[in-house]
């Protein structure tokens, strides 16, 4: 089940919320989970690929339209920068000491958009890819910090997405509207008909199911 725009529109927050509840062993920014990345290697796996894709496309996506990319294009990319990921990643030794694999793939994207803007350039001068493509090579790490952000959002709303499907949706509304909207237990309860217990009752279990979720696709 999708969130509504509105539950979009907040998603930050919900973001911020599971963060700081995490215990100290989990105080590092989210990284795609080692097991999914040796799962990815096997190309048999395809339930893996279809995780991978699912987190990491929308991503990829939306990265290319804030820079400027009209819906087609922005989805040629993210299939080119799928495509590259496929055929490299058996390659890939992961080793968080050695960077985030997030920082793996930014740098795939960055590329591949820097080749897109200078093709397009070539084709159709005096167009405003000329002042995005000198932005990415003036600046070659501008967009990291965003594209890091950008991924929190995508991984919350990811997990959001499924624990949302497999509760009640008495108790789904019951920790948003606290938890996220800052709405008073009380006031829930009295919306919900629900007693105040209940209702951090079911927060509680919702925040639990999340950073189960988070924690499937996290370096431990």
């Known amino acids: 089940m999708l969130l509504g725009n509105d539950q979009e529109s907040v998603i930050g927050s919900l973001s911020f919320l599971v963060l700081v509840s995490r215990d100290t062993r989990m105080t590092d920014p989210p990284s795609t989970r080692p097991s999914l990345l040796v799962r990815i290697r096997d190309a048999r796996d395809g339930q893996a ?3 991978f894709v699912e987190i990491y496309a929308p991503l990829v996506y939306g990265f290319a339209r804030k820079h400027g990319l009209q819906d087609a294009d922005a989805a040629d990319l ?13 390659r890939l030794d992961y080793d968080p000491r050695q960077g985030s694999f997030r920082g793996w793939l930014f740098t795939i994207v960055r590329n591949k958009l820097r080749n897109f ?3 397009r350039q070539h084709q159709c001068q005096g167009t405003g890819d000329t002042d995005a493509l000198h932005r990415l090579e003036q600046h070659p790490d501008s967009g990291e910090d965003q594209w890091a952000e950008d991924y929190e959002r995508r991984l919350f709303a990811w997990a959001a997405e499924r624990v949302r499907g497999a509760v009640q949706e008495t108790t789904w509304q019951a920790f948003w509207q606290t938890a996220v909207e800052g709405k008073s237990g009380k006031e829930v309860a009295d919306r919900l008909g629900l007693s105040v217990a209940a209702v951090y009752l079911a927060k509680s279990r919702v ?6 979720e ?7």
Do not use: E, F, P
């Open 207 to 212: 925040m639990v199911r999340l950073k189960q």
């Open 78 to 90: 993210t299939q080119d920068v799928l495509r590259a990921v496929s055929g490299a990643i058996g």
């Open 49 to 51: 690929w279809s995780q």
């Open 214 to 220: 988070i924690q499937r696709i996290q370096d431990k």
């Open 117 to 119: 803007l200078a093709t």
